[in-house]
Nanobody
Framework: QVQLVESGGGLVQAGDSLRLSCAAS????????MGWFRRAPGEEREIVAS???????YYTDSVKGRFTISRDKTMNTVYLQMNNLKPEDTAVYYC????????????WGPGTQVTVSS
């Protein structure tokens, strides 16, 4: 497993931008698929975006065109650039890693709070 730590959350106004970072430990980080999830108050956790080792990306519909996931393999870091934030983006955001061959995400960060005021 890798160890993950998120940063970059905060309180912003609607329309603002934030960039979340997820620092990962482990020599095999570059082979992992990485994902960003979020859990809003009273809601189930949902996937926001993911990126494979190949660079292929996925976005949930509600963030398409506003959020961008990227990774820097040399820095063992994955990012989530969030633009035009909306109050409904308010949630705790989690970074997760999926090992090659695994059917699910194996490692999770502690989360970072994002609050968007209207």
């Amino acid at each position: 497993q890798v160890q993950l730590v998120e940063s970059g959350g905060g309180l912003v106004q609607a329309g603002d931008s934030l960039r979340l970072s997820c620092a990962a430990s482990g020599r095999t980080f570059s082979t992992y698929a990485m994902g960003w999830f979020r859990r809003a108050p009273g809601e189930e956790r949902e996937i926001v975006a993911s990126i494979r080792s190949s660079g292929d990306t996925y976005y949930t519909d509600s963030v398409k065109g506003r959020f961008t996931i990227s990774r820097d393999k040399t820095m063992n870091t994955v990012y989530l650039q969030m633009n035009n934030l909306k109050p409904e983006d308010t949630a705790v955001y989690y970074c997760a890693a999926q090992r090659v061959g695994s059917t699910g995400y194996d490692s999770w960060g502690p989360g970072t709070q994002v609050t968007v005021s209207s």
